[in-house]
């Protein structure tokens, strides 16, 4: 009964004589599908009901509501919201509740639907990562990342003008670098020159025009095996695992991707893709679908790992047709992607008191370090790493101070 969904009659009487009433059943009918929890449901109802209200006092009529009158309402009314109850004040969770609205209002003929208007730079970038998908065999998440580098470049050099290839100079890519110095790491500015690199390949190869422009791109300096991974003791290990609430679903399921990171040295991409069909459970295997490596592998599956996905198979995963072993919970039965793998480190570092910055890949340094500990060469952490070359193991050596120690020369004389 859809009555449930409402905290009282009154309040499903009062919603009915508001701007929006007609829409409210609709809804929350939407959410229920969905597989949202009735207290989810009555949240995201008192939120629109909250936005009901400004509406109505800053006369905006139900046809022009929009992503623009959603900002207005979260940036400049929330935060200084003196609105009598009941209303919402958490963002997040209201921004989510407008984002269904909106999707309820369009699909419902409510509002017109939304026009998407690319620019000259959305349909350039969208043929450099097709490009970079089907001809140059780049994943889908480096091809993103490239794309937004170059967007911000190109919308940078031409705002809202067609792009022409030939006003494009060779201090552009220079000058777009410096302009970004102490504010973005390393690591960015060097992710930023190489998209800028691909993209001017791009140009060359479909337009005839961009070759001296590869050569423009600074060199920025960062060399290879400069750095120390960041590695995490077996304390540090042991007080991540033992912030997870392991009572509740979510505690199963967070506890469960965690041990894949911890164990067996799998990315966030690895584990949210972990299907049924990939566990042996007689042969005690795990197969590792394809990723940067462009073959699958198949790991040995550690007791305690195996442990934790059945407690969360059993006690923790709602009730679903997709294959994926790690689900999303509100709404049940959609696929958890790698953000979900990586929020749950991040908070069990938060819980635990160890350092916030602290991410999943740290996990797989971890696994690495200790199997070099245990005497394993690198060819063998190569393999369980899944790397295609022993040289990208080697910056593990580093870590393992007391063999460096052995190799190290003697210092030629005596400190004064």
Not at 178 to 196: E, P, S
Not at 340 to 364: E, K, M, S, W, Y
Request: charged fraction near 25%; proline fraction near 6%.
């Amino acid at each position: 009964m859809i009555e449930e969904y409402f905290r009282s009659t009154r309040v499903r009487d009062r919603l009915a004589h508001s701007e929006l009433g007609a829409v409210f059943e609709d809804l929350v009918e939407y959410l229920r599908t969905r597989g949202h929890p009735v207290s989810t449901i009555q949240q995201y109802v008192q939120a629109v009901e909250h936005f009901d209200g400004w509406l109505r006092r800053a006369r905006v009529p139900t046809a022009s509501i929009d992503e623009e009158s959603v900002q207005r309402f979260l940036r400049k009314h929330i935060p200084r919201c003196q609105c009598p109850p009941p209303r919402c004040h958490t963002i997040p969770q209201t921004r989510a509740a407008l984002a269904h609205l909106l999707l309820v209002l369009r699909q419902t003929g409510r509002v017109p639907s939304e026009r998407r208007s690319d620019t000259p730079t959305d349909a350039v970038v969208a043929g450099f990562v097709t490009h970079l998908l089907d001809r140059r065999g780049a994943a889908a998440s480096t091809a993103a990342a490239r794309a937004c580098y170059v967007h911000e470049f190109l919308a940078e050099e031409f705002g809202t003008d067609p792009i022409e290839v030939t006003r494009i100079d060779v201090a552009a890519a220079t000058a777009f670098l410096v302009a970004r110095r102490g504010r973005w790491c390393t690591g960015t500015m060097k992710a930023a020159a190489t998209a800028l690199r691909s993209f001017f390949r791009y140009l060359e190869l479909e337009r005839g025009g961009g070759g001296e422009l590869v050569a423009s791109v600074p060199t920025l300096p960062g060399w290879k095996l400069a750095t120390v991974p960041r590695v995490l003791d077996e304390t540090e290990v042991h007080a991540i695992l033992n912030a997870f609430d392991r009572r509740t679903p979510i505690g199963r399921r967070s506890y469960a991707s965690t041990m894949c990171l911890a164990y067996l040295g799998l990315r966030t991409c690895e584990v949210a893709a972990l299907s049924l069909d990939d566990i042996d459970w007689r042969a005690g295997t795990v197969r590792v679908a394809a990723t940067k490596s462009r073959r699958a592998d198949v790991l040995p599956l550690p007791a305690p790992v195996a442990r934790a996905i059945l407690a969360y198979l059993r006690r923790g995963r709602p009730k679903t047709s997709i294959r994926q072993i790690f689900v999303r919970h509100a709404p049940p039965g959609a696929s958890a992607g790698p953000g979900v793998v990586r929020n749950a480190v991040r908070l069990a570092c938060a819980h635990a008191g160890l350092d916030p910055h602290i991410g999943p890949h740290a996990l797989r340094h971890t696994v690495a370090t200790r199997l070099l500990r245990r005497g394993a060469s690198m060819k063998e952490i190569a393999d369980v790493l899944r790397h295609r070359s022993i040289d990208t193991a080697a910056i593990y050596a580093k870590v393992d101070l007391g063999t460096l120690g052995e190799v190290a020369a003697r210092w030629p004389g005596r400190i004064r």
